[in-house]
């Protein structure tokens, strides 16, 4: 989300404090809120495809200070029990969130009426998370100030193919008021 990390996106600094401010408003109205990171080993094979990011354990896989919420735990990708807390980071070596063994059931746990979607990059990890939440049936919103692409054409495309699948276009003003 920084322009100086290894898989920047252009512009993506500039919705931290948009997903701040979601952040913050879930955890005042006692929200679960779930977020995710990349956790790679060092040879991860997803940097054949990709440049080297988010080595678990690195200072490139933080992620910005005031997105987090006090209250946090990670869930690795790997079975484990379920904590719950404020914020919920999901670990992941894949760029589908769903791929976190613990994800579903997670899921079922917070028994959720919709899905707030937001962060990077709207064509790849925000398109993935949105259609996995699509499955469950429930509404999924994509707060469209509060994400970035890599390549806006791309992102473009990745929105109007969630929209026809029924993914509401919302802000972080309608959101958190």
């Known amino acids: ?69 006090e209250r946090r735990v990670a869930l690795p990708s790997t079975p484990a029990p379920i904590e719950l807390a404020q914020q ?11 791929t976190n063994a613990n994800l579903p059931a997670l899921l079922e746990r917070l028994s959720a009426d919709r899905y707030v979607v937001y962060g990077v990059v709207t064509e790849v990890c925000v398109r993935m998370a949105a259609e996995g939440l699509l499955k469950t049936g429930k509404p999924v919103e994509i707060v469209t100030d509060a994400i970035c692409s890599l390549d806006e054409r791309n992102g473009s495309s990745a929105l109007a193919a969630l929209a ?3 993914a509401l276009m919302t802000t972080v003003d309608r959101v958190a008021g």
């Open 164 to 166: 026809a699948r029924g």
């Open 1 to 69: 989300m920084l322009p100086a990390g290894a898989l920047y996106a252009r512009g993506a600094e500039g919705i931290v404090a948009a997903a701040a401010r979601l952040n913050r408003f879930a955890a005042a109205n006692g929200i679960a809120l779930i977020s995710t990171t990349d956790a790679h080993a060092e040879n991860d094979p997803e940097f054949r495809d990709w440049p080297a990011h988010c080595v678990a354990g690195t200072m490139g896989q933080l992620k910005p200070a005031e997105t987090l919420l």
């Open 88 to 98: 919920i980071v999901i670990e992941k070596q894949h760029l589908d969130c769903f």
